[in-house]
């Protein structure tokens, strides 16, 4: 009876598992056919084995007739950045290759989940009055960490990269292609010094150099890219203005799902777009953004401010800034205060933790390594990631025309550069296409645009196109109307409205269809133009409710008038 008991016991209980067991799991994300996620289970600190932690990861298996025996295993940068989600784009880009996505120990899908929204929230009062105390925010989201055992110090890239390493012995994978961006990069260079045999090659998209000290050269970095785009007088009045008298914007917390109102300072300007200028959609039409914004015209600000709070839930701050304050601010000397507020913030934070500083690591690998970069990228620039990766016994490295961060992500040409590089890494095959000629989106410059936050705020709430709306179905109706009835000047006001409408939506749609966040800046060139035959229209339109009186007539010239004032007063 005891016999059995125990056994019953022992059947119901769930597994235990060593470090260096999987566990299956249901995938936490949407996932392409043929992919199965689970947990590496490993200890928290391999220096102090004892507790174990989970490790996210995903595997896409190929079904491809040629399919090659080593992966592409993926890592998003940050620190702290979701990898998991690009599992079926990048199983697209790769079809005859398994795919393995892994997260990074402590990020969104890994357990536990180092999320600080004590943090977060206190780097968004920093956009309030009077602003929050970042670093006595930090020590409460420690407090909660050390309350819930987790240790921080086991967060750090080195045991990131010992957890590639040990997934891919797990998985019983020979070998396989190592894919970073951004901050990964570091990891995936540590990967490939510390499991030579298991390293088939190399991709380092937007290279994070180990020697670099990414905070004292974040200024510099941003300035650099405004140069690079032709816009560093429209940028520094930009911020001159604001910081002389800083803009009231309205935006939402995404913390807490409320509104408010933003105080931006031309600072707080160039922190924003420090990170905004990542997307090659951004680089595209901050010329026309950045000159309206030194113009006065602040209502292009509130996709700024949103952007930050969209930013805020994009990381998972506690293993963020566990990364950061081991392995990069001990690293910077921080001679000279920054403008932008999250080099500030993440000092202060480092401050408050006083984790122990890592040991210094040159990672290198003879294994062939392929380093792509953005021209116009604001964090891991070219002018620091080129030599490095020159530095290398075995790589190359390439310049994609008008992209920022993630080149992979924007830029088509560097995804086939990519593929062509993991097929052969040892070169000699052709180059797929002209990286030179690779920019994503067309310049949108001053003159292209007529700024206003208008477009923006309708894709916030399309109830404010009501009476374009309107104008649009009306004018139609008269131009109907007018035309079976003989009633030219009727006819000729709906022609008149309809035509201004039919040209500006065809204005619209040609912009949008060259990037959509053209619209954030404002609206084509041609608006203003076409206006005058919306004007055109109401004159007719009166015209005809002066020759025949009725309730019709009068609802068209209502409208009209209506909508002419809408466009002047707050379109224009």
């Known amino acids: 009876m005891i016999i059995r008991v125990l056994l019953a016991l022992a059947l119901s209980a769930p597994p235990v598992m060593g470090p260096g067991g999987v566990e299956k799991s249901a995938c936490p994300v949407a996932m392409p056919d043929n992919t199965t996620c689970g947990f590496l289970v490993v200890p928290e600190r391999r220096d102090t084995p004892g507790k174990t932690i989970k490790v996210g990861y995903a595997v896409h298996a190929s079904t491809a007739k040629d399919r090659k025996p080593d992966p592409v295993v993926y890592m998003s940068g940050g620190p702290a950045s979701a ?95 190592l894919f970073g961006v951004s901050y990964s990069t570091r990891v995936m260079m540590d990967v490939a010094a510390a499991d030579p045999a298991g390293v088939r090659s190399v991709v380092l998209d937007s290279y994070l150099p180990e020697k670099v000290g990414w905070y004292d050269d974040a200024d510099r970095n941003l300035t650099d890219t405004v140069a690079k785009l032709g816009l560093r007088e429209p940028f520094e009045a930009m911020v001159k203005r604001l910081n002389a008298r800083p803009a009231r914007v309205p935006t939402t917390d995404p913390l807490l799902g409320t509104g408010f109102t933003a105080r931006l300072t031309g600072d707080d300007v160039s922190t924003i777009m420090a990170e905004a200028l990542h997307e090659a959609d951004v680089l595209a039409v901050a010329p026309a953004m950045i000159d309206a914004l030194s113009k006065g015209h602040d209502e292009l600000l509130r ?9 805020l839930v994009s990381h998972e701050f506690g293993l963020y800034n566990a990364v950061q304050c081991q392995d990069e601010v001990p690293f910077n000397t921080f001679a000279t205060k920054s403008r932008l507020f999250t080099v500030n913030s993440d000092k202060a934070v ?85 990286p030179e000629k690779s920019t994503v989106f067309p310049r949108l410059n001053p003159g292209d645009v007529l700024a206003t936050g208008a477009p923006y705020q309708i894709s916030l709430s399309p109830w404010l196109a009501t009476p374009f709306a309107l104008f649009a179905l009306v004018s139609l109706i008269q131009l109907v109307a007018g035309a079976l009835k003989g009633r030219a000047l009727t006819a000729f006001a709906g022609l008149a409205g309809t035509a201004f409408t039919g040209l500006l939506g065809s204005a619209v749609w040609g912009m949008l269809k060259e990037n959509e966040t053209a619209l954030a ?52």
């Not at 004590?118 to 009077?130: G, K, V, Y």
Request: proline share 7%.
């Open 83 to 177: 990898s998991m989600q690009l599992t079926g784009f990048l199983s697209q880009m790769f079809p005859d290759r398994d795919v393995v996505a892994v997260e990074q120990r402590g990020s969104k899908y890994s357990q536990p989940t180092l999320g600080c929204p004590e943090t977060a929230e206190a780097m968004l009062d920093r956009l309030r009055e009077p602003s929050a105390d970042v670093g006595a925010a930090a020590l409460k989201c420690r407090e909660r960490l050390t309350q819930q055992d987790v240790d921080l110090r086991g967060y750090n890239t080195k045991e990131i990269a010992a957890d590639v390493v040990e997934l891919r012995k797990t998985l019983g994978y020979p070998t396989w292609n």
């Open 350 to 434: 480092c401050d408050a933790w006083k984790l122990p500083k890592s040991a210094p690591v040159n990672a290198t690998t003879k294994a062939p390594v392929l380093v792509v970069g953005g021209q116009y990228d604001p964090t891991t620039p070219t002018r620091t990631s080129e030599p490095a990766a020159k530095s290398l016994p075995n790589a190359r490295f390439v310049e994609f025309a008008g992209t920022g961060h993630a080149v992979f992500l924007a830029n088509a040409c560097a995804r086939r550069h990519i593929l062509a590089f993991v097929d052969t890494p040892s070169g000699g095959a052709a180059a797929p296409c002209s």
């Open 303 to 311: 996709p700024l401010a949103d952007a930050v709070g969209d930013g």
């Open 521 to 572: 800046v404002g609206l084509p060139a041609s608006a203003w133009p076409y206006t005058w035959v919306a004007v055109g229209s109401a004159v007719l339109t009166l015209g005809a409710l002066a020759l025949r009186r009725g309730w019709p007539q009068a609802v068209a010239a209502v409208t009209a008038a209506g909508f002419l004032a809408w466009w002047f007063a707050w379109i224009l």
